[in-house]
Structure formats: structure tokens, C-alpha cells
């Protein structure tokens, strides 16, 4: 059987006139069995109905903020920045994807795009919103290199999650200043950090829709390795679906 095709959404230039991926995303799925496929934003319509029909499963990167809008807010000063074509992009493929089933997995930025596309928030800034900036937030932005964890994530036994990372507790790296706030209905948290923070979600209804805060492709561990592992296995099963 050929290897499952894996569709990853990247970030855009300020302009928005480059779209480019950090190599560690496609190495990830590479080493875990998989073909990536850097997607453009540009797609619409049946250009991207046709291309999600291709796809196995659909990976959603980190980058820049989400427009607040797009979550019923207005931007605060600390809100970092943006690019709307990524959210249009993003926020329309994820329905698409959902109808079909396709394995889905979001980290850092792609998280929060997993609630807010399903009727969640996010926090905008956690160093002015989160409640825990006064008695014990954790720094969520490290100084320390992405390869270095910094603290600890503990994960619901019974989760789609626990069983990827193998491990109901885990050190992560952490690269974010927002995370999500209200979790849309359809989500279930399954993960958080020693300071409350949202760190994992998961949507029960699917074979694998799921969304950590970290950068599990930075870290050279067995539970990241079983994260993409786990992904792209169900990449392969869905493409064994359809066939």
C-alpha cells in the first residue's frame, strides 16, 4: 500500500506574499511514514473539495495570531500577528475535512484554529487574560531553544490522546502566547498544563481530530514520535476507506 498523503497548512509572510513551512513539520511526518504536502491558501471551491477527496489526513501548523474577529472579539494591543487569508483558508478546509473523516491534527496555532473553526475562543494574550497571570502562569514563551522542554502536561487517562503519547503525563515544549479559552461544544480537553492552561482537545465524535498546544515535531521523544505515528497510522486507514 503507497504511503498516506498528508495535506499540512503553513504559515504566510507579512505580506502574505510567501507561504513556507518549518522543515521539522514535513521531517515529522516523513519519519512517521507519511508524504507531506505544504497546501496553499489559495485554494477554493472545487479546486479544494478536489484536493481534500486526495488527501489521508490534514495537519494544521503553528504560527501567527487568529484574527479575533473570527472568534466574536476585537483585538486587544497585545494581540501578535495576523494573517486573514491563513484563517479563511483554514477555517473553511476544516469543515470539508470533517465531512469526510480525515484525520486531523493541529499544533500551536493549529489548535486554536481546531476550537475556533468549531465555535470556541481563545485567549488573545495569556500574560494579560489567562486567570492564572496573577498567582503561578507559567512562561509559554520560552527562551530556552523549541528542543528543550520546559514543563510538565498532564493528559485524561481515558483519551485518544493519552493512547498516542502513551503516558498520562508528559514535558513539553511550549512556543505560544494565546491559547483556547471557551472550547467549542463538539471538543473535549485532554490535556492542560500545572497552570490550568489548555493544552490538549480532541473531538470524540471523530476517528481523529486532535490538537495540542506544543511543538511536539521539535522534540526527539517517544510520546511525540507516537503522536505522529498514531497520525499517520490513521492517515493510512482512512485511505483504506476510501480505496
Given at each position: 500500500?503507497?504511503?498516506?498523503?498528508?495535506?499540512?497548512?503553513?504559515?504566510?509572510?507579512?505580506?502574505?506574499k510567501?507561504?513556507?513551512?518549518?522543515?521539522?513539520?514535513?521531517?515529522?511526518?516523513?519519519?512517521?511514514?507519511g508524504?507531506p504536502?505544504?497546501?496553499?491558501?489559495?485554494?477554493t471551491?472545487?479546486?479544494?473539495s478536489?484536493?481534500?477527496?486526495?488527501?489521508d489526513?490534514?495537519?494544521?501548523?503553528?504560527?501567527?495570531?487568529?484574527?479575533?474577529?473570527?472568534?466574536g472579539?476585537?483585538a486587544?494591543?497585545e494581540?501578535?500577528?495576523?494573517?486573514?487569508?491563513r484563517?479563511?483558508f483554514?477555517?473553511?478546509?476544516?469543515?470539508?475535512?470533517i465531512?469526510?473523516?480525515?484525520p486531523?491534527?493541529?499544533?500551536c496555532?493549529?489548535?486554536?484554529?481546531?476550537n475556533?473553526?468549531?465555535?470556541g475562543?481563545?485567549?488573545?494574550?495569556?500574560?494579560?487574560?489567562?486567570?492564572?497571570?496573577?498567582?503561578?502562569?507559567?512562561p509559554?514563551?520560552?527562551?530556552?531553544?523549541?528542543?528543550?522542554?520546559?514543563?510538565?502536561?498532564?493528559?485524561?487517562?481515558?483519551?485518544?490522546?493519552?493512547?498516542?503519547?502513551?503516558?498520562?503525563?508528559?514535558?513539553?515544549?511550549?512556543?505560544?502566547?494565546?491559547?483556547?479559552?471557551?472550547?467549542a461544544?463538539?471538543?473535549?480537553?485532554?490535556?492542560?498544563?500545572?497552570?490550568?492552561?489548555?493544552?490538549?482537545?480532541?473531538?470524540?465524535?471523530?476517528?481523529?481530530?486532535?490538537?495540542?498546544?506544543?511543538?511536539?515535531e521539535?522534540l526527539?521523544d517517544?510520546?511525540?514520535k507516537?503522536?505522529?505515528?498514531?497520525?499517520?497510522?490513521?492517515?493510512?486507514?482512512?485511505r483504506?476507506?476510501?480505496?
Amino acid at each position: 500500500m503507497s504511503k498516506p498523503l498528508i495535506g499540512i497548512s503553513g504559515s504566510l509572510n507579512d505580506a502574505e506574499k510567501q507561504v513556507f513551512l518549518v522543515r521539522a513539520y514535513m521531517q515529522a511526518i516523513l519519519g512517521a511514514g507519511g508524504i507531506p504536502v505544504l497546501l496553499s491558501p489559495e485554494m477554493t471551491g472545487e479546486t479544494l473539495s478536489e484536493c481534500l477527496d486526495r488527501l489521508d489526513g490534514l495537519m494544521l501548523a503553528g504560527g501567527g495570531d487568529v484574527v479575533p474577529e473570527r472568534y466574536g472579539q476585537s483585538a486587544i494591543p497585545e494581540l501578535g500577528e495576523t494573517t486573514p487569508l491563513r484563517d479563511t483558508f483554514e477555517l473553511s478546509i476544516l469543515p470539508m475535512a470533517i465531512d469526510r473523516a480525515i484525520p486531523v491534527l493541529g499544533i500551536c496555532r493549529g489548535i486554536q484554529v481546531l476550537n475556533v473553526a468549531l465555535g470556541g475562543t481563545l485567549y488573545q494574550d495569556l500574560a494579560t487574560q489567562h486567570p492564572a497571570k496573577t498567582c503561578g502562569l507559567l512562561p509559554h514563551q520560552q527562551t530556552q531553544p523549541y528542543e528543550t522542554p520546559t514543563h510538565g502536561v498532564q493528559v485524561e487517562a481515558d483519551s485518544l490522546l493519552c493512547r498516542l503519547l502513551d503516558s498520562q503525563h508528559c514535558l513539553v515544549n511550549s512556543m505560544h502566547h494565546q491559547a483556547a479559552d471557551t472550547v467549542a461544544p463538539a471538543l473535549r480537553i485532554v490535556a492542560r498544563a500545572e497552570d490550568g492552561v489548555i493544552e490538549g482537545l480532541e473531538h470524540p465524535g471523530l476517528p481523529f481530530f486532535v490538537g495540542v498546544q506544543w511543538h511536539p515535531e521539535r522534540l526527539d521523544d517517544t510520546a511525540s514520535k507516537g503522536l505522529f505515528s498514531g497520525f499517520v497510522q490513521a492517515a493510512k486507514a482512512h485511505r483504506r476507506e476510501k480505496a
